[in-house]
């Protein structure tokens, strides 16, 4: 009977032994596993890819664009179909970084021109001095423009025109109409750059000049 029971006794304790050795075999136990599902999620969502953050070189700092993009060069171009192009009327505004001058036209294609700094403004075709306020002297020649008898549009009279509210633009000049071209002189109060566009409905040509400050 003892023996019996001793058996019973180591019998019961191999059980025990074994239940113990399955239950340390079951996954998800592991302290590694344990550990690197942990840090896992304590990583912040981001919610999606990165984008690469753009870069500037140092060139590019140092070279911001123009502010006005013209030169103080002569700006020439020919006309286009011109039929019955009169100057009618001539007029200045200022603008944020520039000024504008505007020579309104009627008729219809596009006026020629060549707009260029002259040293003293002369009236063509008797070459006489034309007094012009400022200290520059921008002298805008229109080409492919009529006699307004030959029109019938009422053209801008002869001498100073009427301008006011800018700076830069000291006065305009209106000289007429002489052999298919017309020509005017916009004062400035220096050589500042310009540039020059032709618009159309009603056709005029635009002459822009940079703030001189």
Same mark, same amino acid.
């Given at each position: 009977?003892?023996?019996?029971? *001793?058996?019973?006794?180591? %019998?019961?304790? &191999? !059980?025990?032994?074994?239940?113990?050795?399955?239950?340390?075999? #079951?996954?998800?136990?592991?302290?590694?596993?344990?550990? =690197?599902? %942990?840090?896992?999620?304590? =990583?912040? $969502?981001?919610?999606?890819?990165?984008?690469?953050?753009?870069?500037?070189?140092?060139?590019? &700092?140092?070279?911001? %664009?123009?502010?006005?993009?013209?030169?103080?060069?002569?700006?020439?171009?020919?006309?286009?179909?011109?039929?019955? @192009?009169?100057?009618?009327?001539?007029?200045?505004?200022?603008?944020?970084?520039?000024? *504008?001058?505007?020579?309104?036209?009627?008729?219809?294609?596009?006026?020629?021109?060549?707009?260029?700094?002259?040293?003293?403004?002369?009236? #063509?075709?008797?070459? +006489? %001095?034309?007094? !012009?306020?400022?200290?520059?002297?921008?002298?805008?020649?229109? #080409?492919?423009?009529?006699?307004?008898?030959?029109?019938?549009? $009422?053209? !801008? =009279?002869?001498?100073?025109?009427?301008?006011?509210?800018?700076?830069?633009? #000291?006065?305009?000049?209106?000289?007429?109409?002489?052999?298919?071209?017309?020509?005017?002189?916009?004062?400035?109060?220096?050589?500042?750059?310009?540039?020059?566009?032709?618009?159309?409905?009603?056709?005029? @040509?635009?002459?822009?000049?940079? +703030?001189?400050?």
């Amino acid at each position: 009977m003892r023996r019996s029971a *001793r058996v019973t006794r180591s %019998a019961g304790l &191999a !059980v025990a032994l074994l239940l113990v050795a399955g239950c340390a075999a #079951q996954p998800g136990t592991d302290s590694t596993a344990s550990t =690197a599902d %942990a840090s896992f999620s304590a =990583a912040p $969502e981001t919610g999606g890819t990165t984008e690469p953050t753009p870069t500037t070189t140092t060139a590019e &700092a140092e070279s911001p %664009a123009p502010e006005f993009p013209a030169d103080t060069s002569a700006d020439t171009a020919e006309p286009v179909d011109p039929e019955g @192009l009169t100057v009618t009327e001539v007029r200045a505004a200022p603008h944020e970084g520039f000024e *504008r001058v505007v020579f309104e036209l009627a008729g219809s294609g596009t006026p020629g021109w060549r707009v260029e700094y002259v040293d003293a403004p002369s009236s #063509q075709g008797s070459g +006489d %001095a034309v007094a !012009v306020p400022g200290s520059a002297f921008l002298q805008v020649t229109l #080409q492919g423009t009529s006699y307004p008898y030959e029109t019938g549009a $009422e053209e !801008v =009279a002869r001498g100073p025109v009427s301008v006011s509210g800018t700076d830069t633009v #000291q006065g305009v000049v209106y000289d007429a109409t002489f052999e298919g071209t017309s020509v005017a002189w916009i004062g400035t109060s220096a050589e500042v750059p310009f540039r020059v566009s032709a618009l159309s409905d009603p056709t005029r @040509l635009v002459v822009e000049v940079a +703030d001189a400050g």
